[in-house]
């Protein structure tokens, strides 16, 4: 490690909206945050198409460009935006370490993780093509589109149980593709499911094909009993395979729950280290919103300036 390590009074890891608000917040109380935006500079929402729930634009707006607007209010407001991906930590001892890009480091004494979490894709070459092109990983955000449309929507988490039901009352049929016999959901999410009536069922089966040039147009499942093929006619696919909090670098020095979310105080962004906050979806598998991640984002810009003063006395 060098010996001229930079110290920042806040550092911000992440940049969708819990980054950036926390950046705003940190920014306006004058501790002149740094934040590194990480591997997709305004995270997730960069890759969807228009935002309608996001509270103030009465018109929608598409995803990237409001993530512009959260990015330059954070820089007006004074905050050091920085492209730069967080490799490692040490947060051995007080003041934290975080390594930036394999090459430097930097330190402060309150971090506020906001790294996101990614969707899980199927892997198939269609899914890539069509993705933004009738095929979402995000029911709440994009279902509207397709109303009183055909769509299809793979997974049976409770993910997938609650995203299929919300899309039954916006389009005609949900056709959803279950690769087991059995679904994952809760109880009470499957019974839901099962007494949709324009909720279809395709068991044991997988997407072979979304089917499409420009936009999606269909999928072909595959029965993995009978290896028998069908296609259904279909304007949307949803993938509701689950997602993959960013969280690997943290792994053994703040407590997580088995599946990797970072575990933080109820009511609170604080995590079981002084100091270190988390905001947004790397700790939040329920709510997953834009919004929901810039109130939290807020949190953590206030627990960080409250424990700083702590720090101070
Ligand atoms: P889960 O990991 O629970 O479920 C993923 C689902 O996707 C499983 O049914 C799995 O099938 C299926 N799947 C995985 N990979 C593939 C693939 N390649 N092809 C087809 N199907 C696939 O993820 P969720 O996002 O649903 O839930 C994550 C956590 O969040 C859970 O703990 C859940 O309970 C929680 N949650 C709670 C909510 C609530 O309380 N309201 C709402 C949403 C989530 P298989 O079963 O065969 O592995």
Redesign the pocket.
Known sequence: MSSTIEKAEVLIIGSGPAGYTAAIYTARAGLKPVLYQGIQPGGQLTITTEVENYPGYADGIQGPEMMTHFEKQATRMGADIRYGIATKVDFSKQPYKVEIDEEKWIESNAIIICTGASA?W??IPSEQRLNGFGVSACAVCDGFFFKGKEVAI?????????EAIYLSKICSTVHM????D?????KV?QERVLATPNIKIYWNS??DEILGDNKTEGVRIKNTLTNSTIDIAISGFFV????QPNSKIFTGWIDMDD?GYIKTIPGSSKTSLAGIFAAGDVQD??YRQAVTAAGSGCMAALDAERYLATLEH
């Open positions: 899980k199927l892997g793979v997974g049976a988490g409770d993910t997938a149980a609650e593709i279950v690769r087991r059995a679904m994952r959901a809760s999410m997988e997407t509701a395979i689950g997602h599946t598998k329920i």
